[in-house]
DNA sequence: CTAGTGTGGTAGC
DNA sequence: GATCGCTACCACACTAG
């Protein structure tokens, strides 16, 4: 495979597989422009994303023969979007601009009717309806916890009529998640009985699709769609996100003496998840047998896909997350393997914090599927726990298991002892009890390497790590690590809860391809990059964080690259790194980036790339040496100008004002008084509700700058 | 000593 | 023909000044 690869890569037509595709792409424009059909789609520009059935080049090409044009990645006047899936926050992005989104039946539709369908009919049903939820929730209304009394709090869970209501808006929800096979575009039979007046058969279409070659754009971002990882973080930000617009409102902990907490987590989530997503007639003929979530592969005795979560049937028979398929059914030859469905995931994770909100105000999100919740005095009965439990089963048919403790160490080893669908409450003596026969790697933040570094120091049971010397710790793991690994051990918190509303800025971002990747040609690797940094710029712009460095790390095959590999792995790699500072958009930066590593590496032994965007805050960025000598004058103004702001609404404003940010890359070091002269000016003139600017005119405006000169 | 940069480890399924 | 080895964040070693 690996060959047949690279002679694509090299292919004799062009210098470089990126001009191949440009050749490529060119003679299958004229030829589709030659077989022009009608202008049905005239002056539209369509996008297409992700993965598309029918797929994308054959999407393309119709449009094509229609008058259309087709691109790939948003760009203004993008007037309709074709997916089968999308994550919320493009679907937000769509939304906003009003383009409308729809399955790729549509297309076939229109040219079949040869007339443009009204788009209403379109829009994708599913994604509309999260948003809906999500809308509905905000609406809903609110338990006013902090006014009633513990007991009415209790009491209400039970039975309120608001309660009802909740549950009746998860349980249509749920239906919907359950059905949603039924909302997948139709298949081509289905579409042939929907027009049977066609003029050409929806058959021929498909089959000249099969001749069509895949188009190599959106590499990163078609392999992001079936990354388990890549889907798994993105989940934990989209709950985060959720939690932030949808506050958790249920009882406030007080500063009790003793306060709880507890750990949630839904037992064996991707393999629960993909387990309902089954019709009824396979769930029960699979019950009771050892499952496993896995791409799908047709050679699981030689694969070396991963199995990424595995029910506790198959755990007892030897299968854990991580392990290759291959070894799973060594291990397990009647294990089954399940597919992955992550737009499911991702719904049943958000329906799941939905529920988590009612259950107290203090949430700190771990993961997708994954949480601490603070308790409040209320809490005095186990029984009141468990209905957290019982609610999400009822809701959402997931059994979880919940650990509770008088930390957070506690109750999150309560949850491992306890799993599957268990509850366990472990006190100080409890947690001694449980847990000194444990190898070291049971605890939390002990990976493989720790685990080696202790085995060194002849530490292999968490007693042993109890008794260890702490200078020994210390010297070997650093002072915080090693005195973690000690509390840890001893059942005290190092972790700090953190409460969502206490959720700082994202410091970094980054986007890696680390699978599939084996490169022959510099311009190869220059798309890859360039793929990555859309991909980074896109993530930085849905989530307002503003760059001010970017770092890339490519994967080299070390020497004993081979051992250990996956058959499309990266497998055993020396890492080589660079960073530079940036003035614009990342995407732009390809040719820089690419420059700072060119020299260090070798094309052939490339198995992957990761660039990495560091946040840049306003103070950070003037702080930065980019500004230059005269740094210190430009910091304090800087503050100066957040004090001056402070107890008015702006300040936020100021701190993302893209006029400001662009002065003060642009100061001079020559001359700091004209510089922050402008600066200031940019400050007050770009944005109209600086009243002072308007009142004072641009003379006002001067004064008012030499006034906040002085202290200079 | 300080501030900035580079490196390595872990977590979730 | 393979089957999706991501990503945020922390701590600390090292370096320049």
Not at 24 to 52: P, T, V, W, Y
Not at 230 to 246: D, R
Not at 247 to 272: E, M, S, V
Not at 622 to 640: H, Y
């Amino acid at each position: 495979a690996a060959n047949k690869y690279e002679q694509r890569q090299s292919d004799p037509r062009g210098n470089s597989y990126g001009e191949y595709r440009n050749m490529k792409q060119d003679k299958l424009d004229q030829q589709l422009s030659s077989a022009k059909q009608s202008e049905l789609f005239k002056d539209l520009l369509i996008m297409l994303n992700g993965r598309l059935e029918p797929s994308a080049s054959y999407l393309r090409q119709l449009i094509g023969q229609h008058g259309g044009q087709v691109v790939f990645q948003y760009t203004s006047g993008v007037t309709h979007m074709i997916c089968q899936n999308l994550s919320a926050s493009k679907f937000n992005i769509f939304s906003k601009r009003k383009i409308p989104i729809m399955y790729p039946k549509w297309v076939l539709m229109c040219v079949e009717q040869q007339k443009l369908i009204d788009t209403n009919d379109f829009i994708i049903q599913e994604i509309a309806e999260k948003l809906d939820i999500q809308q509905q929730t905000q609406i809903s209304p609110i338990f006013q916890i902090s006014q009633l009394n513990q007991s009415q709090f209790l009491e209400q869970q039970k039975q309120t009529e608001e309660e009802k209501q909740v549950l009746q808006l998860i349980e249509s929800t749920q239906t919907t998640a359950l059905v949603s096979s039924v909302l997948q575009p139709l298949n081509i039979s289905q579409l042939s009985q929907l027009s049977p007046l066609s003029g050409t058969s929806p058959q021929a279409f498909y089959n000249v699709n099969r001749q069509v070659p895949q188009p190599q754009e959106n590499t990163v971002q078609r392999y992001h769609e079936s990354s388990r990882l890549h889907q798994l973080t993105q989940f934990k930000l989209n709950a985060q996100e959720f939690l932030i617009k949808n506050p958790p409102y249920g009882p406030k902990p007080t500063d009790t003496a003793r306060p709880l907490f507890i750990h949630i987590d839904i037992d064996c989530f991707f393999c629960q998840a993909s387990f309902l997503k089954l019709p009824t007639s396979k769930q029960q003929q699979l019950h009771g047998y050892p499952l496993a979530v896995s791409s799908n592969i047709k050679n699981a005795s030689n694969s070396t896909a991963d199995i990424s979560s595995c029910n506790y049937t198959a755990r007892r028979l030897g299968v854990h997350n991580g392990m290759w398929v291959s070894q799973a059914v060594q291990k397990c030859p009647n294990l089954q393997l399940l597919e992955y469905d992550f737009d499911f995931y991702n719904k049943l994770s958000l329906q799941f914090y939905d529920i988590l909100r009612q259950f107290s105000s203090d949430i700190m999100p771990i993961s997708c599927d994954e949480a601490y919740l603070k308790l409040s005095g209320i809490y005095t009965q186990q029984e009141d726990i468990k209905i957290i439990k019982q609610k999400i089963y009822s809701q959402l048919q997931l059994s979880t298991t919940i650990g509770l403790g008088e930390n957070l160490i506690q109750a999150r080893i309560a949850t491992k002892l306890a799993k599957p669908n268990g509850f366990m409450f472990l006190n100080k003596e409890v947690f001694q009890q449980v847990i000194k026969d444990k190898q070291v790697d049971f605890l939390p933040q002990i990976g493989f390497k720790i685990t080696e570094e202790l085995k060194n120091m002849n530490i292999f049971t968490v007693e042993d790590l109890q008794n260890a010397d702490i200078k020994l710790l210390r010297e070997n793991f650093g002072e915080v690590k090693g005195q973690n690994l000690l509390n840890e051990a001893n059942g005290v918190d190092f972790l700090l809860f953190q409460p969502i509303q206490n959720l700082l800025k994202q410091k970094s971002l980054q986007v890696s391809k680390n699978f599939n990747v084996r490169i022959s040609q510099i311009s190869v690797f220059k798309q890859l990059v360039f793929e990555l940094l859309q991909e980074l710029n896109q993530r930085s712009t849905d989530r307002q964080l503003k760059l001010n460095k970017l770092s890339i790390t490519v994967n080299v095959a070390a020497a004993n690259n081979k051992q250990f590999m996956k058959k499309m792995g990266c497998g055993v790699c020396n890492q080589v790194r660079s960073t530079i500072f940036i003035h614009k958009k990342c995407d732009q930066c390809v040719e820089e980036l690419v420059d700072s590593v060119v020299n260090k590496i070798k094309m052939e032994d490339v198995r992957g790339v990761d660039v990495m965007g560091f946040v840049g805050e306003v103070k950070n960025i003037v702080q930065s040496k980019e500004l230059g000598q005269n740094a210190q004058k430009k910091v304090e103004f800087w503050e100066k100008l957040q004090q001056q702001s402070q107890n008015t609404a702006e300040k936020q404003e100021i701190i993302s004002c893209d006029d400001y940010f662009d002065a003060l890359q642009q100061i001079d070091d020559q001359d700091v008084a004209n510089a922050l002269r402008k600066v200031f000016s940019a400050q007050c003139l770009c944005r109209g509700n600086l009243e002072e600017a308007f009142k004072l005119g641009i003379d006002g405006v001067e004064d008012m700058f030499e006034d906040k000169w002085r202290w200079l």
